[in-house]
Structure formats: structure tokens, C-alpha cells
């Protein structure tokens, strides 16, 4: 799933907030330095998406060749994007913004309220490794266990909602006492985790494959939809069409450089897609597994992975702990644009704010709970042949990153690209070298609204 990640304001609330950056508003908080603006906003960027899809996408595309334009897409659109909307938000934003930012807010709850759902799956998988039930299970018990998961509405009930309590729970604290001492505790955890199964992929006979694997290009086996697919997770990872990075940039202090914050964001979370297809890749090498399993790499091969291996109980349980962290992250950012937008508007505390956006999304996901089971044969589009057979879960999912996230993202690049200053943008930004400025503003006028373009229409038709 992504792109982790979105990018606009939470709504109109973008020309309340930008009076508070130069601190004119009292009691706006704060985070308390750069690096807690940068694990923050790292920790949104890495989700499910680095640990659950950049795996599976990798596999299903002939690895190291589309691992490499998907940094190239990194290069080109998240860097861009990621620099231009927080300094957009610093200094001030035009009305027109709002309309963007609104569908930014709408589309990172939408997308939390089947988020959530998935990260409840991780928390439930949690207690099946930790409970040995994957030791000795054959490839069709572990594909019945998912499938059991999936038909039984109240145990998904239960884990979307301990899931949702959880990310209530911190966002309620507020930026400093809440999110930002979570993520203190969560993305060092995260890291360590996952050094952790890297660390037990190097153990294995098939670590260089799995190395090779994602490392060597291989151009022979990237096709077109592989680049494409490359270039849309490189736009989902890094929040680029949601109202994340703008909500978390208004907590931003006006001396951070947004240029440096914004690389770093790029870099630490490519970082850790790459060290989870290090320490996935191996693993599933070594058990004779397919590593283009798609979306069921992580629920149904990689169980049966740890369920063969010595230590698989261990293993496995540190790897769906990771992955909840992961979820948890990235969670808590897509609830605070909605939280952000209800403090700003009307006025009311965080806690009345957050309880309402928090209720509301637990509410909404579950229809994408019923979808699983109870209505897994009502599809309300289901006049339209190509989405004859997808479930509210699967709408939502389409809608949000085929739709709502690419248009946000497109209207987002032209509206930095042309309308913002472009002193104000050089002297923010610290180019030193105006060839090196002239350069990045062309990327992000022609090249990024472009490539943006191209991955909605090609979703789309």
C-alpha cells in the first residue's frame, strides 16, 4: 500500500496556521527541534507501505531495475513536493490553497479507516507468531488462517478498534506530550527491528540472492506499468497526496531548513524500504518462496517462512511487531490533518477533536470490515465492468490512491511550481547556487505535475 504516504493543509485552516509559524498565535505548539520534526515526518512517510508493499511490488517487477527508478522517482517528485508544500505552509498560503487541502484532509481519513483495518491484521498476526501457530503449518493452514482472519467481522472488530484506541490515544496528548514522545519511542524501535531481521537475513545461505535480487538491475524484466508502478509508490510512500506533511510542517520552527528536512525525510525513508526488502527478500529466498507473491507476501508467504525456519517464532514475532510500529506511525499522521482542521475551525479541545475524527474514521472502517465478509458480495459499482467485482474496501483503496491522492498532488506541484514566490522560495530554501534553483523549480513545473499526471491517467483508464 505506499506509499506512507498525501500533502496539503487540512483544509482551510491553511491561512489560520500560517500566522502561527512566525509565533503570532498563542499556545500553537511546536516540535521541540528538527529531528523530531524529521523522525515525525519520516515515521508518517514509513508505513505499511515500505514494509508491506515495496516488498511485494519489488518482487512482482524483476527487483533491482525497478528499485532503481524508484529512486530516481524519489529524486524527482518526492523531494520537490516535500520541500515546496512545507514552505508553503511557513509563509503563508493563497485561498486557493483550501480547496486542495480539503481533499488532502478527506483522503488521509478515508484512507486510515481501511488503514486501520490492515494494521489491526498485524496486531492479530502478533499473537498467532508469538502463539506458535505458524510452526509446522503447511502452505494451506496459513492461507486458512488468513482466511478465518478475514471471515470473522467481530475479531476484525476487535483489532481495528484496539488499533484505532492506540492512535487516539497519542494523538489526543498533543504534538510534544503525544505524537512526537511516541515517535521518540517508535521510529528507534522501528530501526532497531528491522537491523534486527536484517541482521537474521545475513545468517541465512540466500542473503546475496536476495541481495542480488534487489540490487541488480535487470531491465530485461521492467516493463512500462513496473515504471509506473514505481513512480506511483514513489508519490504514495512519501505522503504526497495527503494533508500529512502540511499539517506536520505547520508545527515546524521558521529557523529549520525545509530543503535539508525535506532530503533527510526522502533518505530515511527509502532507507528502511530497502532494509526491509533486505531482510524479507532472504528469508523467502531461503524457505524456496516466491517473491512476487503480491499483497500476500506478508499475511501468507512469510508465515510460511517462519514457520519452517529455526528461531521462526522469535523472527516472526519481531517482524509483525515491526510492522505494527510501522502502521502506527504512519497512522497517527493521517489522523492529525483531520484533528489540526477541528482545533483550527471550531475551536474545541484537542481531546473533543481528536474523539471526533477518531470515532468517525473507527465508524467508517467498518464498512471496510463487512466488506471482507458479511458484504463481500455487495459491489456498488458493480455496473461499471471494471469495478464489477470490488468491495467497499477495494473502492476506497481505488479511490483514494488512484483518484484523490495522484489530482491533490497534481494541483499541489503547479500551485508551488507557478504561483508561489520564487525570492521567497531560493532565500527559504538556501540555494546558494542558482543554477542548482533553476533546476529544481523546472523539475517541479514540468517534469514532477507531468509524471504525476501520467500515473493518474494511466490508473484511471
Known amino acids: 500500500m505506499t506509499e506512507l504516504t498525501r500533502n496539503q493543509a487540512a483544509g482551510s485552516a491553511a491561512t489560520d ?3 502561527t509559524h512566525t509565533g503570532t498565535k498563542a499556545g500553537h505548539p511546536m516540535w521541540s527541534s528538527r529531528l523530531a520534526f524529521i523522525l515525525a515526518a519520516s515515521g508518517s512517510a514509513v508505513g505499511l507501505g515500505n514494509i508491506w508493499k515495496f516488498p511485494y511490488i519489488t518482487g512482482e517487477n524483476g527487483g533491482g531495475a525497478f528499485v532503481l527508478v524508484y529512486l530516481v522517482c524519489i529524486a524527482l517528485i518526492g523531494i520537490p513536493i516535500n520541500s515546496m508544500r512545507q514552505l508553503a505552509q511557513r ?3 493563497s485561498r486557493r490553497w483550501a480547496w486542495i487541502g480539503g481533499m488532502g484532509m478527506l483522503s488521509s481519513y478515508l484512507i486510515l479507516s481501511f488503514y486501520s483495518v490492515i494494521g489491526g491484521w498485524a496486531l492479530a498476526y502478533v499473537g ?16 486458512a488462517q488468513f482466511g478465518t482472519l478475514l471471515s470473522d467481522p467481530y475479531s476484525l472488530l476487535l483489532w481495528h478498534s484496539v ?15 503525544g505524537m512526537e514522545k511516541a515517535i521518540n519511542i ?20 540466500h542473503f546475496a540472492e536476495g541481495f542480488g535480487f534487489l ?17 506511483g509508490h514513489a508519490f504514495f510512500t512519501l505522503s504526497l497526496g495527503m494533508g500529512v506533511m502540511m499539517a506536520y510542517g505547520s508545527y515546524l520552527p521558521k529557523h529549520v531548513s525545509i530543503a535539508k528536512t525535506a532530503v533527510t525525510v526522502s533518505v530515511v525513508d527509502t532507507v528502511v524500504a530497502l532494509l526491509a526488502g533486505m531482510a524479507i527478500f532472504p528469508i523467502v529466498f531461503s524457505s524456496g518462496l516466491e517473491p512476487g507473491a503480491g499483497p500476500g507476501l506478508i499475511f501468507n508467504t512469510l508465515p510460511i517462512a517462519f514457520g519452517q525456519m529455526p528461531g521462526g517464532v522469535l523472527f516472526g514475532t519481531l517482524f509483525f511487531i515491526l510492522l505494527v510500529v510501522a502502521a502506527v506511525t504512519s497512522a497517527i499522521s493521517l489522523l492529525e490533518p483531520v484533528v489540526e482542521w477541528f482545533e483550527e475551525q471550531k475551536g474545541i479541545s484537542r481531546l473533543r477533536c481528536t474523539l471526533i475524527g477518531g470515532i468517525g474514521v473507527w465508524a467508517l ?22 469495478f464489477e467485482n470490488k468491495t467497499l474496501f477495494d473502492l476506497f483503496d481505488y479511490a483514494t490512491a488512484n483518484l484523490m491522492m495522484p489530482l491533490g498532488g497534481f494541483f499541489t506541484a503547479l500551485f508551488l511550481g507557478w504561483f508561489m514566490s520564487r525570492q521567497a522560495a531560493a532565500n527559504e530554501l538556501s540555494f546558494g547556487n542558482p543554477p542548482a534553483f533553476k533546476l529544481f523549480i523546472f523539475v517541479l513545473r514540468f517534469i514532477t505535475p507531468a509524471a ?10
Not at 128 to 143: C, H, N, P, R
Not at 366 to 384: D, Q, T
Open 215 to 231: 540490487f541488480t538491475p535487470d531491465f530485461s524484466k521492467l516493463s512500462t506499468e513496473g515504471v509506473l508502478t514505481a513512480l
Open 128 to 143: 498467532k507468531s508469538a502463539g506458535g501457530l505458524f510452526v509446522g503449518a503447511s502452505t494451506e493452514q496459513i492461507g
Open 91 to 93: 509563509d503563508g498560503l
Open 163 to 177: 488499533f484505532m484506541a492506540l492512535v487516539i490515544t497519542i494523538v489526543a496528548r498533543g504534538v510534544t506530550s
Open 17 to 19: 496556521t500560517a500566522a
Open 452 to 461: 504525476v499526471l501520467l500515473v493518474f491517467v494511466y490508473n484511471l483508464l
Open 365 to 386: 472502517g467498518i464498512l471496510s470490515i463487512l466488506s471482507l465478509n458479511e458484504w463481500s458480495g455487495f459491489h456498488p459499482l458493480g455496473f461499471i465492468s471494471r
Open 186 to 205: 517508535l521510529m528507534p524501535l522501528l530501526f532497531l527491528l528491522l537491523l534486527v531481521m536484517v541482521g537474521y537475513a545475513l545468517s541465512t545461505d
